[in-house]
């Protein structure tokens, strides 16, 4: 299976902060990478699939790069509704796997 | 619009089964395929395998083999998963979630809205 980490495992950030979250995959997995919004006691949300693709609706604070291994998702500005836990999945290969998760969370 | 709506909250002992279901809407349901992702209290997502509403094949994750079976209705456009032989550490909410296909990198577009599945004695 394909091993997915996640850095930092939580941050805190204010409102306006530039947020950056790396997610590593064990093995190449070419763009096949996608980042979700995860709220308590909400469903998830696809933001970016394909490495770098915002998905419809997403602000353009969103911004996702990488291939092969290392990936990044950049929040350019942090708004008050940011403040959740991102995943980021695989989709290379099953078993889909997903980070273990990055909490952001308000300083 | 594209809808998942899953069956409601159960609760079950030791031992026995479970059936959630997703009736999808909005969209050609044979068109896509479904994804089964869980998530247990204070623990991360976890995929647990997936279907194609087209043809009914499946792949499922290993350590839920066995156990787990995903079905569809086309008559429908309602999904299935059934888990057999629950165990306290399978309570979690158990969402469904439509694949994007090729051209979104199979990602998960569109959840249901989630089923708390409780096991206890």
């Known amino acids: 299976d394909i091993q997915m980490t996640q850095s930092p495992s939580s941050l805190s950030a204010s409102v306006g902060d530039r947020v950056v979250i790396t997610c590593r995959a064990s093995?190449?997995?070419?763009?096949?990478l996608n980042w979700y919004q995860h709220k308590p006691g909400k469903v998830p949300s696809l933001l970016i699939y394909?490495?770098?693709t915002l998905q419809t609706d997403v602000p353009s604070t969103f911004s996702g790069a990488g291939s092969g291994t290392h990936f990044t998702l950049t929040i350019t500005s942090l708004q008050p509704e940011d403040f959740a836990t991102y995943y980021c999945q695989q989709s290379y290969t099953t078993p889909f796997t997903f980070g273990p998760g990055t909490k952001v969370d308000i300083k | 619009q594209v809808q998942l709506v899953q069956s409601g909250a159960e609760v079950k002992k030791p031992g026995a089964s479970v059936k959630v279901s997703c009736k999808a809407s909005?969209?050609?349901?044979?068109?896509?395929?479904i994804s089964w992702v869980r998530q247990a209290p204070g623990q991360g997502l976890e995929w647990m395998g997936w279907i194609s509403a087209y043809n009914g094949n499946t792949n499922y994750a290993q350590k839920l083999q066995g156990r787990v079976t995903m079905t569809t209705d086309t008559s429908t456009s309602t999904a299935y998963m059934e888990l057999r032989s629950l165990r306290s550490d399978d309570t979690a909410v158990y969402y469904c979630a439509r694949e994007g296909g090729v051209g979104a990198a199979e990602s998960f577009d569109y959840w249901g809205q989630g089923t708390l599945v409780t096991v206890s004695s």
């Open positions: 093995q190449t997995i070419g763009t096949y």
């Open positions: 909005g969209y050609t349901f044979t068109s896509y395929g």
């Open positions: 394909g490495a770098s």
